[in-house]
């Protein structure tokens, strides 16, 4: 268990100075490094178009599908270069992405949609069931909502299923894409506070791409935040909570109060971090 701020000296995850490139033309990531720490929650942050998914899906090799790819820099999990490996050679070592927009199977129940992830795994039908249960203590309204259609079930339930059916495949490290997204602030707490939970009590490792930059730096141990494809800042949580830049462009506050949304887009303008 972590306190907010405290980082472990065992990098899980590394990626080192990555360009990803879309149809061969379009330079997306310029040059992005970070770290992730076993056992800790890094918080990946910036606005819509910054390069947070696209830097998830160059860590889990989810780029070839939209004609993306990592050209220069290299991505390395405990040791091993891994960006020639196929997502599911990733998930058997255990890191393995939730996408955004809450991906389900509409069709099947929430509890056939959970059993997807344990399909990977060579797993007792008793070691199945007891993640099962693990899944829904950390999810009871899952339980609750079991034999629904995914479906027909609520944004947050199925962004509860799509955290759920990852643990079935019993994770080291889950790539969170955007979980607040389209959910009501209450229902957002309650997801985060459950990637805290998991966190301390099994050990897993998170690395989440977030808007929310107030929420995300709430939970998470270190952050960076990303603009335009580059790392333009990145410390511990508590810290970057109490920046002043960070307070004025992402918090929406400043030393003289709250900044319109007009103020706080001038910053693009000033090109601060990146001059």
Known sequence: MLDAGEVTQENLLEV????????????????????VPKGGITALLGGNGAGKTTTLKAI???????????????IILR???????????????????VMEGRHCFEHLTV????????????????????????VYTYFPRLKERRRSQAG????????????????????????????????APQL????????KSLNEKEGLTFLLAEQNTNVALRYAHYGYILESGRVVMDGPANELRENPDVKEFYLGMSDEGRKSFRDVRSYRRRKRWLS
């Open 16 to 35: 080192n100075n990555i360009e990803v490139i879309y149809n061969h033309v379009i330079l997306v990531l310029k040059g992005v490094s970070l770290r």
């Open 60 to 74: 889990s090799n989810l780029l070839a599908s939209e004609r993306g790819e990592v050209t220069k820099g290299n």
């Open 79 to 97: 040791g091993e270069r891994i960006q020639d490996l196929n997502p599911a050679d990733l998930v058997k070592r255990g890191v393995i992405q």
């Open 111 to 134: 509890e056939e949609n959970l059993l997807t992830g344990a399909y990977t795994r060579n797993a007792s039908k008793g070691d199945i069931n007891a993640d099962l249960e693990m």
């Open 152 to 183: 027909y079930t609520s944004g947050g339930e199925q962004q509860m299923v799509a955290i759920g059916r990852a643990l079935m495949s019993r994770p080291e490290t889950i790539l969170l894409d955007e979980p607040s997204m389209g959910l």
């Open 188 to 195: 957002v707490e309650q997801i985060f506070e459950i990637v």
